[in-house]
T-cell receptor
Framework: AQSVTQLGSHVSVSEGALVLLRCNYS??????LFWYVQYPNQGLQLLLK??????LVKGINGFEAEFKKSETSFHLTKPSAHMSDAAEYFC?????????????FGKGTKLSVIP | DSGVTQTPKHLITATGQRVTLRCSPR?????VYWYQQSLDQGLQFLIQ???????AKGNILERFSAQQFPDLHSELNLSSLELGDSALYFC???????????FGPGTRLTVL
């Protein structure tokens, strides 16, 4: 079975500071990995995805993530936080199982940006 | 805007009742997934349909059922509702089985 652990349910950073949101996964086969963002009262928006191509993945809004197989990690980073980045972020893993690619999500990390 | 639509946006009902949530996938997407988001359980996969056929089941209660119609829209039916069923229900669609999923805005269900 696959699982995702997000360290830190709440992270606060100052505007302009580095954003680092941690995600570790467990999967018995090579996984597909995703980061989604959820703004208040909205659905989930895909930030970026890893599907076994380049290990450093660039996404939207200046975010990127690095797949590290040895550490089973897929941490999300952004060099400089902006007020508009305040939202909840979810790491998710999927793997093929009988032709389905359902997502298993972490519990989410709420990012606050302090002006 | 992801292109996935869900109706209604909000639903308030009483225990024991039955409701139907509707999802229209992005144009051309064959796969529809349903997820439940609650404070205690987080985001959980419920069920998936692909081109009208059930493809996978997750943590879906027996009181819940779904179907995908020939025009590819999907409905999630929740019956004998309990207080604990109050949650956000998301639908997501993807073009093929292995493609990324695009999420709708969700239906917020409140059971009183």
């Amino acid at each position: 079975a696959q699982s995702v652990t997000q360290l830190g349910s709440h992270v606060s950073v100052s505007e302009g500071a580095l954003v680092l949101l941690r995600c570790n996964y467990s999967s018995s086969v090579p996984p597909y990995l995703f980061w989604y963002v959820q703004y208040p009262n909205q659905g989930l928006q895909l930030l970026l995805k890893y599907t076994s191509a380049a290990t450093l993945v660039k996404g939207i809004n200046g975010f990127e993530a690095e797949f590290k197989k040895s550490e089973t990690s897929f941490h999300l980073t952004k060099p400089s936080a902006h007020m508009s980045d305040a939202a909840e972020y979810f790491c998710a893993v999927s793997q093929s199982g009988a032709g389905s690619y359902q997502l298993t999500f972490g519990k989410g990390t709420k990012l606050s940006v302090i002006p | 805007d992801s292109g996935v639509t869900q109706t209604p946006k909000h639903l308030i009902t009483a225990t024991g009742q039955r409701v139907t949530l509707r999802c229209s996938p992005r144009s051309g997407d064959l796969s529809v997934y349903w997820y439940q988001q609650s404070l205690d359980q987080g985001l959980q996969f419920l069920i998936q349909y692909y081109n009208g056929e059930e493809r996978a089941k997750g943590n879906i209660l027996e009181r819940f059922s779904a179907q995908q119609f020939p025009d590819l829209h999907s409905e999630l039916n929740l019956s004998s509702l309990e207080l604990g069923d109050s949650a956000l229900y998301f639908c997501a669609s993807s073009a093929r089985l292995h493609n990324e999923q695009f999420f709708g805005p969700g239906t917020r269900l409140t059971v009183l």
